[in-house]
């Protein structure tokens, strides 16, 4: 299966079913790739590499593994659009020549 977004239920789904899950990185495979995309030469072209043991395959981390990173993503996004806010905000009343009341917290992490 090709590493992107909406591949993990299925790669539960068959690691649930008793299979070894291959991810496989799409840009390596695509440098192995022909000319020619279809689905039956790109199932070919999976089959000849796994049969030969060149499949380029990503590392599947496990379900808890994959929500902590999910969760410090969601995180690491939140606080970019906070900081943003903040910055877009401070800009705002720059613009406009008021200086507020309250002094700006700055915080780590």
Same mark, same amino acid.
């Given at each position: 299966?090709?590493?992107?977004?909406?591949?993990?239920p299925?790669?539960?789904?068959?690691?649930?079913? !008793?299979?070894?899950?291959?991810?496989?990185?799409?840009?390596?495979?695509?440098?192995?790739?022909?000319?020619?995309?279809?689905?039956?030469?790109?199932?070919?072209?999976?089959?000849?590499?796994?049969?030969? !043991?060149?499949?380029?395959?990503?590392?599947?981390?496990?379900?808890?593994?994959?929500?902590?990173?999910?969760?410090?993503?969601?995180?690491?996004?939140?606080?970019?659009?906070?900081?943003?806010?903040k910055?877009?905000?401070?800009? !705002?009343?720059?613009?406009?020549?008021?200086?507020?009341?309250?002094?700006?917290?700055?915080?780590? !992490?």
């Open positions: 299966m090709e590493s992107v977004g909406f591949c993990w299925w790669i539960d789904f068959i690691d649930e079913l !008793g299979y070894v899950p291959l991810l496989v990185n799409p840009t390596k495979l695509k440098q192995r790739a022909e000319d020619v995309k279809t689905d039956k030469v790109d199932s070919e072209l999976l089959t000849h590499l796994t049969r030969m !043991g060149w499949l380029p395959t990503c590392y599947v981390p496990d379900r808890e593994m994959r929500w902590i990173r999910n969760l410090l993503r969601h995180r690491a996004f939140r606080k970019k659009i906070s900081t943003a806010l910055n877009r905000t401070r800009l !705002g009343l720059r613009k406009r020549d008021i200086e507020p009341d309250w002094q700006p917290r700055y915080t780590e !992490g």
